[in-house]
């Protein structure tokens, strides 16, 4: 049986429940959301679970590969995948125009990403 070539996709286009494949071919996790600054274009990497510890990693950008629409793979073996940190939710704000009506200031305020 002759397996078809998996079409490569941009990060934008990453859904939830994609695998998690390592260089050496082990299936590591699941896709749980893509870090990223979207309205800005930057891609910081991929939020997983572990497939073990159920625990959510980053696959930071410079360790993935390529994505397809099958799988993520990492140019990291499974080994250094182990050693990523759990991974930790950021709160984002951004510097811009916050008040009302003619009070306007500038100040940090919550950002959408």
Known sequence: MVRMAEEQIAWTAVKTGEAVVTSDGATIGKVVEV??????DIFHGLVFEHAHSRKHYLAP????ERITTDAAHLSVT???????????????????????FRWRHFGWKDSNE
């Open 35 to 40: 870090a990223a600054l979207a309205n800005e």
């Open 61 to 64: 950008a410079a360790d993935i």
């Open 78 to 100: 499974k080994e250094q995948a182990d050693q990523y940190e759990e991974f930790q939710q950021l709160h984002i704000s951004r510097l811009g125009l916050i008040g009302v």
